[in-house]
């Protein structure tokens, strides 16, 4: 196992087009984040899920903005009618979530989508 | 709300040199996780070190140590005998010990140059 992996490692598209990314966590791990990083910035939380199941979205999350994560495993956040203002960084981690908060996430190396 | 406070854009240091990173946060919580996360030029977020603030000894990793001051709300990262390879962004975090809270909270980094 390599780690986490995302695709597309770069995406460009026009405002008002729909992008999905994926993001392929850790084979046995059970917990996978989405995280959303602009310039000059931290990571910002956006939505987790545990096994298939989310169970956290962040107010950053709006309705354009969806995650699944269908059989447990891989994961997809799609963005429709995308504006200027998603383009950033997307990373995704993943966690063995043995219930303790000082779980270690392992982050991929991110999807940098630019809007145009 | 917790906040993540990174007073330093960007710090130099001289190889095989040490070099402190500043983190301080805000929080009315007695029990919580901190991190620092190292982010290269890949992107690739990696875990450099964790502190459970209920302990009061302080964490180290080979290199890397923290002075965690639970009273002033202080979290820096010492960074011994620099290597090249050290260069990168640094995050600081932190996470609610709560397990009905997973948002991870990020400081906005610091630049960390190391020179030969």
């Known amino acids: 196992d390599t780690g986490v992996s995302q695709d597309p490692r770069h995406k460009i598209t026009k405002r008002g087009q729909n992008v999905t990314f994926r993001c392929d966590p850790i084979s046995e791990h059970n917990r996978l984040y989405w995280y959303r990083q602009t310039l000059g910035q931290g990571p910002e939380f956006l939505t987790y899920?545990?096994?298939?199941?989310?169970?956290?979205k962040s107010r950053l999350l709006s309705d354009r903005f969806s995650a699944e994560r269908p059989k447990g495993s891989f994961s997809t956040l799609e963005i429709q009618r995308t504006e200027q203002g998603d383009s950033a960084m997307y990373l995704c981690?993943?966690?063995?979530?043995?219930?303790?908060?000082?779980?270690?996430?392992?982050f991929g190396s991110g999807t940098q989508l630019s809007v145009l | 709300a917790q906040t993540v406070t990174q007073s330093q854009p960007e710090m130099s240091v001289q190889e095989a040199e040490t070099v402190t990173l500043s983190c301080t946060y805000d929080t009315s919580e007695s029990d919580y996780y901190l991190f620092w996360y190292k982010q290269p030029p890949s992107r690739q977020m990696i875990l450099v070190i964790r502190q459970e603030a209920y302990k009061q000894q302080n964490a180290t990793e080979n290199r890397f140590s923290v002075n965690f001051q639970k009273a002033a709300k202080s979290f820096s990262l010492k960074i011994s005998d620099s290597q090249l390879g050290d260069a990168a962004m640094y995050f600081c975090?932190?996470?609610?010990?709560?397990?009905?809270?997973?948002?991870?909270?990020f400081g906005a980094g610091t630049r960390l140059t190391v020179k030969p």
């Open positions: 899920f545990q096994n298939e199941a989310q169970l956290e």
């Open positions: 981690a993943s966690s063995l979530w043995l219930g303790q908060a000082n779980e270690k996430l392992f």
């Open positions: 975090a932190y996470r609610t010990s709560s397990r009905n809270n997973n948002d991870m909270r």
